[in-house]
């Protein structure tokens, strides 16, 4: 069974329908790299595996998903648990107007996850696990807004590691990054694979290619085509998919 599973999976913003009968299998501590044109429910699609969605007025979800098994969106679902348990990083980096040891540290002691003589020790390997601790190990309680772009992003990477999720979603992680910082992330990612579950959005398609373990193609909604990264960028089963990939659209 995978580490995420959607059924029948209809998504609507008020009378839009945004994602259009979405089944899909995402396999455990591999990176799924999800593809496609703008506009064509990639990114909502990924909102609903931590159900970020549910903060937009007016939408509805029909069908299923299902994280090990459990429906997350069963009327008694935990929120805050489906929150840690599947973390996110977005588009932008976003770090917390705080100090850089306090970023890391903030979640640990909103979930209490930890004793305070710990946290130190989880900071530094929280940091370390990006390979930012010697970069900032002298300015730990300086503010995280003076870092550079690259630096905030592996930052936002290390607070979601410090609550232990088991799924890490990336919406467009390096799309206002350099090649050189992307070059970074997309290596942080294939070591962070050997212990989390990845999903990553992208418009990059020579990224997916690169980075991930399976990949599917959306268009306008639908999941046209899911499977091995290998086959759906050298021997797509769907002209769709071949035309995009080839750049006759998108």
């Known amino acids: 069974m995978g580490k995420i599973i959607a059924k029948n999976l209809d998504f609507y913003y008020k009378?839009?329908?945004?994602?259009?009968?979405?089944?899909?299998?995402?396999?455990?501590?591999k990176i799924t790299a999800i593809i496609g044109p703008s506009g064509c429910g990639k990114s909502t699609l990924l909102r609903c595996f931590n159900r970020m969605n549910d903060l937009i007025e007016g939408?509805?979800?029909?069908?299923?998903?299902?994280?090990?098994?459990?429906?997350?969106?069963?009327?008694?679902?935990?929120?805050?648990?489906?929150?840690?348990?599947?973390?996110m990083v977005f588009q932008r980096p976003n770090p917390f107007a705080l100090s850089i040891y306090e970023n890391i540290a903030f979640g640990l002691k909103i979930h209490n996850m930890a004793k305070r003589k710990e946290i130190p020790k989880i900071v530094e390997d929280c940091l370390n696990s990006v390979h930012l601790l010697d970069e900032v190990r002298d300015r730990l309680n300086t503010s995280a807004l003076k870092l550079s772009l690259e630096q905030k992003q592996r930052l936002c990477i290390a607070r979601t590691l410090a609550v232990k999720p088991e799924v890490i979603l990336m919406d467009e992680p390096c799309s206002a990054l350099d090649p050189l910082a992307t070059l970074k992330i997309e290596e942080l990612m294939q070591e962070l694979r050997k212990d989390y579950t990845i999903v990553i959005v992208t418009h990059n398609m020579q990224q997916a290619a690169r980075v991930s373990d399976e990949t599917g193609f959306m268009l306008l909604g639908e999941l046209v085509e899911f499977g091995k990264t290998q086959d759906i960028f050298t021997r797509p089963g769907d002209k769709r998919t071949e035309d995009y990939i080839t750049g006759r659209f998108g």
């Open 59 to 87: 939408i509805r979800l029909e069908g299923e998903i299902l994280i090990d098994g459990v429906n997350i969106y069963r009327d008694d679902s935990d929120l805050l648990f489906l929150r840690k348990k599947v973390g």
């Open 15 to 29: 009378d839009f329908q945004a994602l259009k009968n979405i089944n899909l299998e995402i396999s455990e501590k």
